[in-house]
């Protein structure tokens, strides 16, 4: 998508040809979203979360940085420590600890 695409979202956004040296091809794109939407479908139900947690903490952008967290209606400010084995946000909120689930949370970096 190009600068001029994008005039009209009204929020931060990027395209992913900025992010790669290479030409994305939808089809690709899509064909491999697919892929991995099976395997989670496929893995999930045997064995929870547990089974992606080490993948999705290493791309945890969040993880270690202040952010702010609406959940349920309330903002809470805090630092992200990840995520537990059963795929509940944790954060640190002083000297508490805080898993957060159910719902919608809704997560911006500070």
């Not at 805090?78 to 997560?107: H, M």
Request: overall charge negative.
């Amino acid at each position: 998508m190009t600068i001029e695409d994008g005039e009209e979202i009204d929020q931060e956004w990027i395209s992913l040809d900025e992010l790669s040296s290479k030409k994305n091809d939808r089809n690709e794109i899509v064909a491999n979203l697919l892929g991995n939407i099976f395997e989670v479908l496929d893995t999930f139900p045997k064995k929870g979360f547990i089974a992606f947690k080490e993948k999705f903490e290493d791309m945890n952008y969040l993880a270690g940085k202040e952010c702010t967290v609406n959940h349920e209606g309330n903002q809470k400010f805090g630092t992200v420590i990840g995520v537990n084995d059963i795929g509940e946000l944790e954060i640190k909120q002083g000297s508490k600890y805080l898993a957060l689930r159910y719902g919608e949370v809704s997560i911006r970096e500070l």
